[in-house]
């Protein structure tokens, strides 16, 4: 009775979806409103595609946001050195500056069609993946069903599954179960996610670490870099990054018991979303603070109490300009952000207790003394002040930081390893094309 309720359940998400189809506009063009949509690429929401679909195999590969597409980034290199074609589809406007930025033409970018099934379907009748690739926790009902339908294989890699979301799947097993019985393969991040991905159903499930750990280093303009350390020169600086409502207020706060210690702070704010920005600085100035935005090319003088990053793409710079980060979306939001990329840059780095969607991560920067936790914005000053007059606790957690990542890594060649079965088909057929094109 729950197998059968489940696919009744799944069959009336199809058609809901179809019924709704009409009428979705109306939120892709509020979405585009708010900057959270291209207006150009609408279109590609309801799975129009924004090119023709070239030759040979071709690979689909979803990563939602910046932090997937920054993990995934690795891999796709890796697919593209053996000739076959990527489609990557992400679901932000600022992941698809990202993927511009670290891609560019080597792959073909399009946003993900909504999760419903005429988009869907449109997308998949156009694209006709060989393979669908999602990363981390990517579950869509229609999409992966329509994929199913097709006997296209899906692997998603990075799994995760968070706290919430296992806690929600475990409610309604049998929907779990009849969805996940679609994927051919999850690769997951940790043993956890492994256990909690075999409970709702999924086969085969292996563990191949964080591939954030694989990743590079986030890059930076180095003429910017030269102008920005030139302008802020001995000052002490510290950072919030990857922040969300609430902790730039608790960042203000910080800044305004620090600076009466520490004459010459200078405070780096860099919003999780750049389009809250104005909010962020208007909070400033209520404060009496004086502010210098990245996105104007505003100038760090002497008196300038807060610096505000309010661009995409260069967390690479921020975190090159500061040896202390606090990493938001872990004091007053859920879920944390991710941890690696500044203990990678060499940074010593706090954070809130809420950090569920990066726990494994977390839990090894912390076993090393590469992380330290604080509970609200009173022992995060603390935090801070101790690491601006501890230069030796701050070096040795910078130090910690990196060794960890060091040891994190692995995972890319682990994914790799797993989806061979997938892709060397794809590799074998993408070389005999080519031969014979040759040929004639």
């Known amino acids: 009775m729950s197998e059968r309720w489940a696919r009744a359940m799944l069959t009336a998400y199809r058609w809901a979806g179809a019924a709704a189809y009409p009428v979705i506009g109306g939120y892709v063009a509020w979405r585009a409103s708010k900057g ?6 609408r279109r590609e929401r309801y799975g129009r595609a924004g090119r023709p679909r070239p030759e040979g195999p071709l690979i689909w590969i979803h990563a939602a946001s910046v932090g997937e597409t920054i993990a995934v980034v690795p891999l796709i290199e890796r697919l593209l050195g053996h000739g076959i074609n990527i489609v990557l589809t992400t679901g932000t406007v600022t992941s698809a500056q990202v993927a511009r930025e670290r891609l560019g033409e080597r792959i073909i970018h399009q946003y993900v069609p909504l999760d419903l099934k005429p988009a869907v379907s449109r997308f998949l009748d156009h694209w006709s993946p060989d393979l669908a690739v999602m ?23 990075n799994g995760r599954l968070s706290d919430r979301s296992f806690a929600s799947w475990s409610k309604r097993s049998y929907l779990a179960e009849a969805l996940f019985e679609n994927l051919a393969h999850v690769i997951a991040q940790s043993d956890v996610d492994a256990e909690r991905f075999r409970q709702l159903g999924a086969r085969p499930v ?39 409502d609430g902790e730039e207020e608790a960042a203000i706060e910080v800044h305004r018991r620090l600076r009466v210690r ?11 979303h750049p389009e809250r920005a104005d909010a962020v600085a208007a909070a400033c100035a209520q404060a009496g603070l004086s502010v210098a935005r990245r996105s104007t090319r505003d100038h760090v003088a002497p008196g300038t109490d807060i610096f505000l990053g309010d661009t995409i793409g260069e967390m690479g710079l921020y975190l090159r300009l500061t040896e202390i980060a606090f990493v938001g979306r872990s004091l007053t939001g859920q879920g944390g952000q991710n941890p690696l990329e500044p203990a990678m840059l060499d940074t010593a780095v706090l954070s809130g207790r809420n950090v569920q969607n990066f726990r494994e991560a977390y839990q090894k920067l912390a076993a090393s003394g590469g992380a330290r936790f604080v509970r609200d914005k009173e022992v995060l000053a603390g935090a801070v002040n101790y690491l601006l007059t501890n230069e030796a606790e701050r070096h040795k957690m910078m130090q910690a930081g990196r060794r960890t990542v060091e040891g994190m890594r692995g995972a890319l060649s682990r994914t790799l390893l797993a989806l061979e ?3 060397n088909p794809l590799i074998v057929q993408a070389r005999l094309e080519s031969s014979a094109g040759a040929k004639r």
């Open 206 to 244: 292996t563990v191949s670490g964080n591939l954030k750990g694989d990743t590079v280093e986030p890059p930076a303009d180095q003429a910017e870099l030269a102008r920005l350390r030139g302008e802020i020169g001995r000052r002490k600086v510290w950072a919030a990054v990857s922040t969300h």
């Open 36 to 41: 959270k949509e291209e207006h150009s690429r």
């Open 262 to 272: 520490h004459p010459d702070l200078l405070t780096m704010i860099v919003p999780r």
């Open 421 to 423: 079965p997938f892709v």
């Open 135 to 157: 990363a981390e926790s990517e579950i869509w009902p229609m999409t992966i069903l329509e994929l199913g339908a097709r006997r296209v294989p899906q692997v998603l890699v």
